[in-house]
């Protein structure tokens, strides 16, 4: 077997030379420093801010461009070189439109895009780097990043600038290089979930996160309920589609994945005619720019879904009393006559009483109009071209968590007992617990939309989805229920409340996140856990860093819907070579390119941290023992050189 492998290498490797070269060239990797990572979590939709953080490299790039030229430019052109590298496009057409577009400005900006372009590169091998430029420049980058100690620079440099400007070709130059900055600052990007809701345009997201060749995403459990949806799941396609419409983004579903919403708003007008559905008005945070709707009939269309939703969810707790979860199908619990809901044994009034399709017969039942429209709602789901594309991306870079450089990252939590021992969760006939509970569902994930169509084990996949998205011991939801049907028909904040489950007060202990650290076999000295999911409330004194530096709690609000509870705009945490960064953002609003975010570092690495240090180097000493292997071989004649294998 292993000289079998060896032989497959050999193809990649065909001599002594090859094999020579290449170990050589990952050992000198393995000398670099290591790349910077990026961590966002709890996008929720906000493309136009969460682009605004890739762009800028959340704020480094504006430290960069401090650090060049603190002495020789002034702080304002400084911003002015920081917003034309985040938004090139945009600022050669103001400045074309403002008559400042001219040759000597072209001249000077390139050689200032030059050096930051050398500033951010530095720590990169050439091969890196070049890989990463644009094709048609990569040559002239290449040789003005590059310019030989035995060439007079300044001529060198005169003479390519000069060619760039006579050809015409400088504001298309000038453009690519500023995406080269933007592209080298960031290395590794990993999401800790939650991607969908609330937000706009969370398929503008994905689009964007499609072209990062190093990403890893931790799903979570708005992400758990597109996927579901997408998998079949009638609950979460409903959920879906409560949750767009209750934050008015139509965009997402009609312009972004093709969902067919014609045959619901034709539904919701005639069924909620003359129903105001005062307590379904969606919260305007953002204008829809393509597919505007009436608010009103927003508001019944809203109604609408939640309806549905709450009776599929009904017909799934009822399909599995394994999920011990029948005291939340709560329309079994109304009595229509005296418009009253009993929860937990206590008789609550409603404050909407207007229910023309629910049967005291058999209330989770759907009428006739309602199952036709889900029909054409799954139809929509199943077929968008977009939304395969996008989930498959999810599958294909994602998981329940992710051991990254000596970091444990998950989005939720992990399921414990009030005593600090992890829960067992009943999943698939069986119990688990810890890294196996995580590392089970994950598989469970997969089948759900990979697993063989119409067989049983997928039926249950699809179905364990919505389990995910909002069951009490699901380590993607983590609270003891999903109270949204009482928000919407019970005025009671006390019985609209939801408890976060004991792992959120037991993480905050370092002893309890080393134990957590151990059970995913990382090094809980130096380890660090990082979460999202709950959003940090810095205005309220609370702080994204807890259990003594080794967890990290980076939602921190870059959705709309939270500002207002955190007092900020969202975390991004940051690892390079020298230290952990955490920067705190604020609201994005077209001043925003002028506000930079507050930069803190949160822990300083021992010594500085080389790729050697990291899972990649560990894989590149791998790959240098079978290297070492091959290249024995053919020094015996084990295998020869350039044979045909």
Known sequence: MKNKYLMMLAKEYPDIEAVSSEMINLSAICSLPKGTEYFFSDLHGEYEAFLHLLKSASGMIRAKIETAFSKTMPVREQEKLAALIYYPENQLKQLKNCGLLNDEWRKLTIYRLIT???????????SKVRSKMPKGFAFIIDELLHVSEDINRDFYYEQIINSILETGIADDFITDICTLIQVMCIDHLHIIGDIFDRGPRADIIINELMKYSDIDIQWGNHDISWMGAASGNRALMANVLRIAISYNSFDVLEDGYGINLRALAVFAAETYADDPCANFIPHVLDCNKYDPVDIHLAAKMHKSMA????????????KHPEYDMENRSLLKNIDLKRNVCVIDGKEYPLTDTCFP??????????????????????????????????????????????????????????????????????????EYSGKALLEHINTICFRAYFGKPDSPERKNAVDFMWYLWCGKNSPLYGKDKMA?????????????????????????????????????????????IINGHVPVKIKDGESPVKADGKLFIIDGGISKAYQTKTGIAGYTLIYDSHSLHLAQHPPFSENYREKAPTVTVVEKMPERVNIEDTDLGTQIHEKLRDLGELLNAYRSGEILENSEV
Do not use: W
Request: charged residues 25%.
């Open 484 to 528: 949204a049907f009482e928000r919407y028909f019970i005025d009671d904040d006390e019985i609209s409340a939801e408890t976060y489950t004991p792992y959120y007060e037991l993480s905050k202990n370092a002893g309890t996140c080393r134990k957590i650290l151990e059970e995913f076999v990382l090094d809980s000295e130096t380890a660090h």
């Open 357 to 430: 399709t629910i049967d005291p017969e058999n209330p989770l039942r759907l009428t006739a109009e309602e199952e036709s429209l889900m029909n054409v709602i799954a139809n929509s789901f199943l077929h968008s071209k977009t939304l395969k594309e996008h989930i498959k991306f999810l599958y294909s870079h994602g998981s329940m968590y992710k051991c990254f450089n000596n970091n444990l990252l998950f989005h939720g939590c992990i399921p414990m007992n009030e005593d600090g021992s992890f829960k067992r969760v009943f999943a698939d006939g069986a």
């Open 307 to 318: 309806v549905i939703q709450f009776k599929l969810e009904g017909q799934l707790i009822a």
């Open 116 to 126: 930051v372009c050398q500033t951010v590169t530095a720590k990169y091998s050439r």
